[in-house]
């Protein structure tokens, strides 16, 4: 489709901003919304709920009150709110040029999460992550990361608070896409390919199969050996965990005041979901106004691949959140955590299960799941890229495809309803998946029900 319209002269304001001083000052924590409290994760060995001393050789002890706090507002350090302020409050950007190609008469809207150092939403909060273990004497942080962007959030949250950072990355990534690692040595983590000879795991790995391509659970596994196993080092995860989604929510907070400020009260509200944090960032500040019945009639749209579907094709049951079997059972939708995910292009959104917030509020039918295929993803991408300049990262595009598919409904019946998402991330280092889509050489791949059906026949069975 041939697009101009980036010249296009307008009088419609464009771009809505804050200043820093409208930095929200709290995260919004949804439990203390919910209509029923979360189900509580249980001990992997006893199958019994979880206390906080299982959690305290991972995890400072701020983050795990966090996680189980039932406190609506959780007040933000001053030193994150610093920290934040390198980039946000990010703009939040009518998307004029989607709706002249679309031809929509719907009000279309994008909260810019690229703009941060590491290219997405994911320092939000590796920062408070990295704030938290610094303040109580961690020296030095450990995790995983698949295609990169968990990796590199977190070597800069690490950079920024004065830790050392050990990534544990998936090998066919580490070989595969060598300028995220790039990134994170800038930043001065270590990165090394996962499975690796550093931890036990990753030498049994390494025995039983030299080559091993690695896993995302694999590398999961590693990084929580390095962090059970060294006292001065913790592990931190960058989605799915209560804690990580409230750190989130400045994206929502922010998103509220400026569809204010553009006179727009939205209709409906689109976000990708990997692990849920960048959805649930976005959304909870505005579910929160659903939940207390302030606000009706909003549609909030939650968009996972067809690769990996665990809300519209998982069940919702207790599982693990690893391969390896060592973290908590949580109750959430889930493929089962022996789930191997297909090579696709958004390798931020192939996880097997759900953050148990979201997977809660999908059960409670205050929002809705779509799954998309890969195609029709990238087809959604090169259009905005087209129409509005920016590269969307290619987890961002799922909920692109919809907004497209939900704007152009608004076409046919002629409704002017007002639509925002959350752009979560930048696609600078995803221009492999975008030139295997221009050549045509991309495939659609659904997940197969059977393999669902196999993966959760060998789940444990729990009491709850
Ligand atoms: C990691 C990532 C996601 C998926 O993770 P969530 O926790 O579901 O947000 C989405 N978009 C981008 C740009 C990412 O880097």
């Given at each position: 489709?041939?697009?101009?319209?980036?010249?296009?002269?307008?009088?419609?304001?464009?771009?809505?901003?804050?200043?820093?001083?409208?930095?929200?000052?709290?995260?919004?924590?949804?439990?203390?919304?919910?209509?029923?409290?979360?189900?509580?994760?249980?001990?992997?060995?006893?199958?019994?709920?979880?206390?906080?001393?299982?959690?305290?050789?991972?995890?400072?002890?701020?983050?795990?009150?966090?996680?189980?706090?039932?406190?609506?507002?959780?007040?933000?350090?001053?030193?994150?709110?610093?920290?934040?302020?390198?980039?946000?409050?990010?703009?939040?950007?009518?998307?004029l040029g989607l709706e002249k190609v679309l031809g929509t008469p719907a009000h279309i809207y994008y909260k810019w999460e690229g703009v941060s150092p590491a290219g997405s939403h994911k320092p939000n909060t590796a920062i408070a992550q990295a704030y938290y273990n610094k303040q109580e004497g961690t020296k030095r942080l450990a995790t995983e990361t698949g295609a990169g962007q968990w990796g590199s959030a977190l070597a800069l949250a690490a950079r920024m608070f004065d830790l050392e950072c050990k990534v544990y990355m998936v090998r066919v990534s580490y070989d595969q896409k060598p300028y995220r690692r790039i990134l994170m040595e800038t930043w001065g983590a270590e990165v090394v390919p996962s499975p690796s000879p550093d931890t036990n795991v990753g030498r049994?790995?390494?025995?039983?199969?030299?080559?091993?391509?690695?896993?995302?659970?694999?590398?999961?596994?590693?990084?929580?050996?390095?962090?059970?196993?060294?006292?001065?080092?913790?592990?931190?995860?960058?989605?799915?965990?209560?804690?990580?989604?409230?750190h989130q929510t400045v994206i929502g907070q922010e998103a509220k005041k400026q569809l204010e400020l553009a006179g727009e009260r939205p209709d409906i509200l689109v976000g990708c979901i990997g692990g849920g944090s960048n959805f649930s960032g976005f959304a909870f500040p505005f579910i929160a106004d659903k939940l207390t019945g302030k606000v009706k009639d909003l549609r909030i749209i939650a968009v996972e691949p067809m690769a990996a579907p665990s809300i519209t094709k998982g069940r919702y049951v207790y599982d693990f959140g690893d391969e390896a079997m060592m973290t908590p059972l949580v109750k959430m939708h889930t493929l089962g955590h022996s789930f191997m995910p297909a090579p696709i292009?958004?390798?931020?959104?192939?996880?097997?299960?759900?953050?148990?917030?979201?997977?809660?509020?999908?059960?409670?039918?205050?929002?809705?799941?779509?799954?998309?295929?890969?195609?029709?993803?990238?087809?959604?991408?090169?259009?905005?890229?087209?129409?509005?300049?920016?590269?969307?990262?290619?987890?961002?595009?799922?909920?692109?495809?919809?907004?497209?598919?939900?704007?152009?409904?608004?076409?046919?019946?002629?409704?002017?309803?007002?639509?925002?998402?959350?752009?979560?991330?930048?696609?600078?280092?995803?221009?492999?998946a975008y030139e295997r889509y221009l050549n045509g050489e991309l495939e659609d791949y659904e997940y197969p029900a059977e393999k669902v059906r196999e993966a959760l026949a060998d789940l444990p069975k729990v009491a709850v």
């Open positions: 489709m041939a697009v101009t319209t980036l010249k296009r002269p307008t009088t419609t304001q464009r771009k809505f901003q804050l200043d820093e001083k409208d930095l929200p000052t709290h995260w919004y924590n949804i439990q203390a919304d919910l209509p029923s409290p979360l189900p509580p994760p249980l001990h992997p060995g006893t199958g019994q709920p979880i206390g906080p001393a299982d959690l305290a050789p991972l995890f400072p002890i701020e983050l795990i009150k966090q996680e189980v706090s039932r406190e609506r507002w959780i007040e933000i350090p001053e030193p994150i709110r610093d920290a934040y302020k390198v980039w946000r409050p990010t703009p939040l950007i009518r998307a049994a790995a390494l025995a039983k199969d030299p080559k091993s391509p690695g896993s995302l659970g694999l590398a999961i596994s590693e990084a929580v050996e390095d962090a059970a196993t060294r006292d001065d080092t913790k592990y931190s995860l960058g989605s799915v965990l209560n804690h990580v989604l409230m292009h958004a390798g931020g959104l192939r996880y097997h299960g759900m953050a148990p917030s979201v997977s809660a509020l999908y059960e409670q039918k205050q929002i809705e799941a779509v799954a998309v295929h890969q195609r029709p993803t990238f087809e959604a991408a090169v259009m905005f890229a087209r129409a509005e300049g920016y590269l969307p990262a290619p987890e961002s595009a799922h909920a692109i495809r919809v907004v497209i598919d939900e704007a152009l409904r608004c076409k046919e019946s002629g409704q002017a309803k007002t639509i925002a998402f959350n752009l979560s991330g930048h696609g600078h280092f995803d221009l492999g």
